[in-house]
C-alpha cells in the first residue's frame, strides 16, 4: 500500500533558502488561523474511509484526485468521483511503472495532468467502481484526452526545506519562525483550494497507526538512514494544519504544530497527523491553483508534445513518442521545430512543465519563462514556479512545421542546460479535416534485415481513429509491397507515433511510398464518447442521412434494436445505433437524442418530469444514454435549466438551443 519515492526525485527542486523566507512579509488570513480543516468547508473528505486502495500501491492516485476534488468542490462547488484505476493504465502505458497496481512517483502524476491523461470520472472508465484485479481495458478507454474532464492549468511544486539543518544550526525561535514562513505557502493551498498532497514515509519509527478511526501520527525524526526506510513511502492528502498540536505518544515531535492528513487504507488511521518537522513531507508537496472544465469553451482538438530539455528527458521521460527537432541552442533559449500535421490550426495555450534545475545554486525565485514562435511574432511571459505554467494564446494560426522557442529571460546568469522542463501546445482547429502525415526518420537503402523507421503525425483524430491505424507500403510502380516488411508500429494514444519498416526481401525498385490510413470510423462533425461508444448530442428530427453524411469513414448505416437498417429519410431515435464498417473492423454506437429522455422518441411533458424527478428525488435516468439526452442546455450538468428548455420546447414551440422558461414560469406549471 506504499509509493515510490527517493530523494533523487527532489534535487533537482533543491531547498528553499531561508533568505527568501525572510523576504515574506504581511499577514493574510491563512496564516492568522492556529487551525483549519477542510472538512468543516466542503465535504469532499465527509466519506474518507471509503477511499481503500485495498492490495494496490496506487496511493499516488489517490492523493493526486483527492486534490482535484477538493479544488472543484471548493472553487466549482462540482462533485466528482475520479478513477484510481485510470491513472495506473496511463502509468503502465507510458513505461513509468511495469506491473498492475505497481508504486510510483507523485511528480509523474504531475506529467499525466500535464499531458492532459489522467484523471477520469470513475463511473466513465469502470462503472462498477474501482478494483483491485487487471480488468482488460483498450487504449482508448484509458488514454483518450478528450475524456479527461478537466484541464488542469497551475500545479505547484513546493521546494523542500531543510529540516535537518534548521534543527541544528538555530535557536528555537529562529527554528519556529523559518517554519511558520515556509508553511505560509502550504497552507495559502489548503486554504484556498482545498487540499496539498505529499510523501510521508511509514516505517514503524516514525508512524504510529490507529485502526480503530482514532487519528494516527508520523514524524520522520531522522533516526535512520533513508536506505533503511525508502521502501516505506506513502502518498497521502493534506487538508488542514494545526499549529498547536502536540502529541504524547511514542516518537513525539520537537516543537508543536502538524499537518492533518487525509489517508487511503479505509477504516484504517483515515486521518491523522504529520509533523511540520518531518523530514520527508516537506520533500514533496504538491498543491493545484487552476482548473478549468474540459467542456465545448476550453476543449482543444490536438495536443503535441513539442519539446523539453535533456535533463528532463532523461530523468522523467517516458514511453511517448518524441517527434521534434532541437535547434538553436544557447546558454539562454532553446528553439525546437514540430510537424503539426496540417495547416489551419489556432494555437489555444502553451504549457511548461517545470521541475527546476539540476544544480544546487539555482535562485528559486523571480524566475521568467518566455514562449515564443518566432515565424508567427507571437510570444507570452510569465514568472514561474516548480510545477505546470500555462500560457494563454490568442488565436495564432499554426502551420507546416511548428517553431517554438523557449527562453530564460530573468535571472540572466542561468543556464537553460541546467533547467528540467517540457512544452506541449494545444490547440483548436479552424476545420475538421482529418490527417495523417508520414515523416521519414531515416533512408530507405532497400536492404535485406535493414529497418526504416518513420513517425506519424495527426491531426483532428479521434482516439479509434489513432489506436487502429493502419500501413500500407507501395512501390515505385505502385504496387502494395508491405508483404515484404516486417511492420512494427506503436499505439498512437498521442498525435504522434513510430513505425518501424524491416526488410525481408530486395525489391526491384529502390523507392517506397509509405500511407498510414486511419483505422476508426468517427471524425469531429460528431459528439463521441468513445469509452461508451455513444454517438451523443444529436439534435431531435436529426435523419438518418444527416447523421450519416458526417461520418468521415467506412461503410455507414444506421439500425434499429432488430438489426435492420433504417432508410434515409428515417428519424434517429434513442435505441438505434450507428453503424459503420471499415477494413480493421465493425464500430458500432449507441445514439442519444437530446430532449429524448424517456426514449419513447417524442419529446413531451413526460421527459421534463423525468429530469425533476432525477434532481428532486434523485430517480435514476438510465443508461448513460439517456444522461447525455438529459443535459439539453450542453452544459454537462442535469439541472433544472434542462427541464425548462423542453418545457420551453413543448409550450413555445422553439427549438431546444433557444431561450429557455423563467424559473418561476416552470414552477407555476409543476403545481
Given at each position: 500500500m506504499l509509493c515510490s519515492f527517493t530523494n533523487s526525485e527532489t534535487a533537482s527542486l533543491d531547498y528553499i533558502p531561508l533568505n527568501e523566507l525572510n523576504n515574506k512579509s504581511g499577514a493574510n488570513e491563512w496564516t492568522t488561523l492556529s487551525s483549519y480543516d477542510s472538512r468543516n468547508v466542503i465535504d469532499t473528505f465527509n466519506n474518507q474511509s471509503n477511499k481503500n486502495q485495498s492490495s494496490l500501491s496506487v496511493c499516488w492516485a489517490f492523493s493526486s484526485n483527492s486534490v482535484i476534488e477538493a479544488y472543484m468542490k471548493?472553487?466549482?462547488?462540482?462533485?466528482?468521483?475520479?478513477?484510481?484505476?485510470?491513472?495506473?493504465?496511463?502509468?503502465?502505458?507510458?513505461?513509468?511503472?511495469?506491473?498492475?497496481?505497481?508504486?510510483?512517483?507523485t511528480f509523474n502524476t504531475v506529467k499525466y495532468l500535464f499531458y492532459n491523461a489522467a484523471p477520469m470520472d470513475e463511473t466513465t472508465f469502470e462503472p462498477s467502481g474501482y478494483f483491485t484485479s487487471l480488468k482488460t481495458k483498450s487504449l482508448n478507454q484509458y488514454l483518450n484526452i478528450s475524456n479527461s474532464p478537466f484541464d488542469i492549468r497551475e500545479t505547484r511544486i513546493f521546494n523542500a526545506l531543510n529540516i535537518k539543518s534548521l534543527l541544528a544550526d538555530y535557536t528555537p525561535d529562529q527554528i519556529q519562525n523559518y517554519m511558520n514562513q515556509y508553511n505560509s505557502n502550504i497552507k495559502e493551498y489548503i486554504y484556498k483550494y482545498g487540499a496539498v498532497m505529499s510523501v510521508i514515509h511509514t516505517d514503524s519509527a516514525f508512524f504510529v497507526s490507529n485502526k480503530n478511526g482514532g487519528y494516527g501520527w508520523c514524524y520522520n525524526n531522522g533516526s535512520k538512514e533513508e536506505s533503511e526506510y525508502k521502501g516505506t513511502a506513502h502518498a497521502v492528502t493534506i487538508i488542514g494544519w494545526d499549529d498547536n498540536y502536540v502529541w504524547n505518544g511514542n516518537n513525539p515531535a520537537p516543537y508543536k504544530g502538524a499537518w492533518l492528513a487525509a489517508n487511503s487504507w479505509g477504516t484504517n488511521t483515515t486521518f491523522f497527523y504529520i509533523s511540520y518537522y518531518d523530514l520527508s513531507v516537506v520533500k514533496s508537496l504538491i498543491g493545484i491553483s487552476s482548473i478549468e472544465l474540459n467542456n465545448n469553451k476550453v476543449k482543444y482538438n490536438n495536443s503535441y508534445l513539442v519539446g523539453e530539455s535533456s535533463n528532463y528527458k532523461s530523468s522523467y521521460g517516458d514511453n511517448r513518442e518524441r517527434y521534434y527537432n532541437r535547434t538553436n541552442t544557447s546558454t539562454t533559449s532553446e528553439t525546437f521545430t514540430y510537424y503539426i500535421g496540417d495547416d489551419s490550426e489556432k494555437l489555444y495555450t502553451a504549457k511548461l512543465f517545470y521541475l527546476g534545475f539540476n544544480n544546487s545554486t539555482t535562485p528559486t525565485k523571480d524566475l521568467k519563462v518566455k514562449i515564443e514562435f518566432p515565424d508567427l511574432n507571437v510570444y507570452t511571459?510569465?514568472?514561474?514556479?516548480?510545477?505546470?505554467?500555462?500560457?494563454?494564446?490568442?488565436?495564432?494560426?499554426?502551420?507546416?512545421?511548428?517553431?517554438?522557442?523557449?527562453?530564460?529571460?530573468?535571472?540572466?546568469?542561468?543556464?537553460?542546460?541546467?533547467?528540467?522542463?517540457?512544452?506541449?501546445?494545444?490547440?483548436?482547429?479552424?476545420?475538421?479535416?482529418?490527417?495523417?502525415?508520414?515523416?521519414?526518420?531515416?533512408?530507405?537503402?532497400?536492404?535485406?534485415?535493414?529497418?526504416?523507421?518513420?513517425?506519424?503525425?495527426?491531426k483532428n483524430m479521434d482516439s479509434y481513429e489513432k489506436a487502429n491505424y493502419s500501413i500500407n507500403v507501395y512501390d515505385a510502380n505502385g504496387k502494395d509491397v508491405t508483404s515484404n516488411f516486417t511492420v512494427t508500429k506503436k499505439d498512437m494514444a498521442f498525435e504522434s507515433a513510430r513505425v518501424t519498416l524491416q526488410q525481408k526481401t530486395k525489391l526491384s525498385t529502390g523507392l517506397i511510398t509509405i500511407k498510414a490510413t486511419a483505422g476508426g470510423t468517427i471524425g469531429r462533425d460528431l459528439d463521441i464518447d468513445g469509452t461508451n461508444k455513444i454517438v451523443k448530442k444529436i439534435p431531435y428530427n436529426t435523419t438518418v442521412n444527416t447523421l450519416i453524411n458526417k461520418v468521415s469513414a467506412g461503410s455507414v448505416s444506421v439500425i434499429n434494436s432488430s438489426n435492420t437498417s433504417l432508410s434515409g429519410n428515417s428519424l434517429v431515435k434513442n435505441g438505434h445505433k450507428l453503424k459503420v464498417v471499415t477494413d480493421t473492423g465493425t464500430y458500432t454506437y449507441d445514439i442519444s437524442v437530446m430532449g429524448d429522455v424517456n426514449g419513447d422518441g417524442e419529446i413531451d411533458i413526460s421527459d421534463a418530469m423525468k429530469i425533476v424527478a432525477y434532481i428532486v428525488r434523485g430517480s435514476s435516468l438510465g443508461s448513460k444514454v439517456y444522461s447525455y439526452s438529459a443535459d439539453v442546455t450542453n452544459d454537462n450538468e442535469i439541472d433544472i435549466s434542462d427541464a425548462s428548455k423542453i418545457v420551453a420546447h413543448i409550450v413555445r414551440g422553439v427549438e431546444l438551443w433557444w431561450k429557455r422558461l423563467n424559473f418561476l414560469w416552470w414552477l407555476l406549471l409543476l403545481y
Open positions: 471548493k472553487i466549482k462547488n462540482l462533485t466528482y468521483n475520479l478513477s484510481e484505476n485510470q491513472p495506473e493504465y496511463v502509468s503502465r502505458y507510458l513505461g513509468d511503472t511495469t506491473n498492475f497496481g505497481s508504486a510510483n512517483s511571459t510569465k514568472t514561474i514556479l516548480p510545477g505546470i505554467n500555462t500560457y494563454t494564446f490568442s488565436n495564432a494560426n499554426l502551420s507546416g512545421n511548428v517553431k517554438v522557442k523557449v527562453s530564460i529571460v530573468s535571472p540572466t546568469n542561468l543556464n537553460i542546460a541546467n533547467m528540467l522542463y517540457a512544452v506541449e501546445l494545444f490547440t483548436k482547429s479552424s476545420n475538421n479535416n482529418s490527417k495523417i502525415v508520414v515523416k521519414p526518420r531515416t533512408e530507405f537503402t532497400n536492404t535485406i534485415n535493414v529497418s526504416t523507421v518513420y513517425d506519424i503525425v495527426t
